[in-house]
C-alpha cells in the first residue's frame, strides 16, 4: 500500500459512488487529472449472486494508469 502513497503530499483517491463509479466515468476523471487511485463499488455478495459485470470491467479494462482497488 505504502508504494501508492505519494509522499510530498496527502493521496488523492476517488471514492466510489454506487451506480456512478464506473469504467467511462473512471476515464473522464482520469482524463481531467487522475487520483492516485480508484476504488470500486461494493460487490453485493448474496448466495445466489455472480459478480457484477460492470465492476469487473472497471478492473480488467482499467487503462487510466492507475491502481484500482476492487472492495
Given at each position: 500500500m505504502r508504494d501508492f502513497?505519494?509522499?510530498?503530499?496527502p493521496a488523492l483517491?476517488?471514492?466510489p459512488?454506487?451506480?456512478?463509479t464506473d469504467l467511462?466515468?473512471?476515464?473522464?476523471?482520469a482524463r481531467r487529472g487522475a487520483?492516485?487511485?480508484?476504488?470500486?463499488?461494493?460487490?453485493?455478495?448474496y448466495p445466489d449472486s455472480c459478480l457484477n459485470r460492470y465492476i469487473l470491467?472497471?478492473?480488467?479494462?482499467?487503462?487510466?494508469g492507475r491502481p484500482i482497488f476492487a472492495q
Open positions: 502513497l505519494p509522499t510530498d503530499r483517491v476517488l471514492a459512488m454506487q451506480d456512478v467511462p466515468f473512471m476515464r473522464i476523471i487520483p492516485d487511485w480508484f476504488v470500486t463499488e461494493y460487490f453485493r455478495v470491467r472497471s478492473i480488467s479494462e482499467n487503462e487510466t
